[in-house]
DNA sequence: TTACAAACCAAGCGCTTGCTTGGTAGCTTA
DNA sequence: TAAGCTACCAAGCAAGCGCTTGGTTTGTAA
């Protein structure tokens, strides 16, 4: 699948080694302990010469956050657009969103979670306006739910509750237990939204 | 109220003065980028005389995370106790849940989401094992809830997914909102457990 | 063969970090 | 009033940090 070969823009450039090596690391470690030797040592350069490449080590952060959240994004598009059911929406960007976060993206997204707030104030503007996006797909789906009154709850707070649930998974979900991702798409579903 | 005045054992002492200083440095900036010289600054000592209380910067995370979570078990524990409605021990663990995030251990409990693992593995099997008996009251009461069939869920999977919705209101709840701290607890219960 | 740019190295600079050291002020107890 | 303890200061050390610099290799294309 060319999809998951061109996450965060991981090619087989060095720029794309290294974002692949420095997303592992920040995991790893956190952001802050992660030192410009060690993400040039995982691809086996020297320390200076990643400043060939990013101006700075948190524009590795940056490009990373951006990176991920530009393929999810476009994710999100298509779980919209795969269905015309409102409820089955809803369980596709569920399901998708489970899948960013204990799937192929999940390196950048704990990362994104954990050190967002090792970014500037003027890079969390820009990421957050292109994750606008990203949300409105879910505001779209779930105000159209809350218009049927199938919510019961204003759909912002059913936005942050089911984000609570799914971004969670990160510290507990094992995907080769009982339960499948599907299985935990379709329970947080079904404690999302009210039947016909 | 006594018990907010003993939240992390902050009294008068330095060495309670240190403790919700860094507290609050920590939550703000977080632990690698929050130095003793800040610390010592914000409470208006030098540098080196903080290790005159603690043995390093890190035991100082360490008090931090052990002072919280014995405050905030004792509670769980009286909302445990405070009823025997299995219905309303749920919401009661809810409730202070809720509060310990939003309310006044909040610095405490952010620092301990975001910056867990700063502690070193021993330090965190320590604090884990304290945890457990946290963790014991929600088992309890999702495991009796689940014995009568009224979860639809493993117990489990229920307090990860619960826990999740808890720990993400940081991000987002607003006391002054329209929504309390009540009714959010009461939408969560509502969407945890089926009526009798 | 030459020209040129992308990719990289070797060395190290300036600064910050957690923490140490040796000594002092002030309060309490005998 | 002398001893002893808690709490602190002033100074600085060793290590590690992000990043810079000047120069070299490697691949590509005229």
Redesign the pocket.
């Known amino acids: 699948m060319i999809a998951t070969l061109s996450v965060y823009g991981m090619d087989d450039?060095?720029r794309g080694k290294l974002l692949s090596a420095a997303a592992r690391l920040f995991r790893e470690q956190g952001y802050d302990r992660?030192?410009?030797?060690d993400i040039?040592a995982a691809v086996?350069?020297?320390?200076?010469?990643i400043?060939?490449?990013f101006a700075?080590?948190?524009e590795i952060l940056f490009a990373v956050t951006m990176e991920v959240i530009r393929f999810n994004t476009e994710r999100m598009r298509q779980a919209v657009a795969s269905t015309d059911d409102i409820q089955e929406q809803l369980r596709g960007l569920i399901r998708v969103e489970l899948q960013t976060i204990v799937g192929d993206t999940r390196e950048a997204m704990i990362v994104l979670v954990r050190d967002w707030r090792c970014l500037s104030e003027e890079k969390q503007k820009a990421a957050l306006a292109v994750r606008a996006e990203y949300e409105g797909y879910w505001m779209q789906v779930l105000g159209g739910l809350q218009a049927q009154g199938r919510l019961g709850v204003d759909a912002m707070v059913m936005r942050r509750l089911i984000n609570g649930m799914t971004s969670w998974t990160s510290n507990w979900f094992d995907e080769s237990g009982q339960l499948d991702l599907d299985g935990l798409a379709d329970v947080i579903l079904q404690r999302s939204v009210d039947p016909l």
Not at 34 to 37: F, G, I, K, S
């Open positions: 450039t060095p992660t030192t410009v030797r040039a086996g350069i020297q320390s200076g010469s400043f060939h490449h700075s080590k948190e």
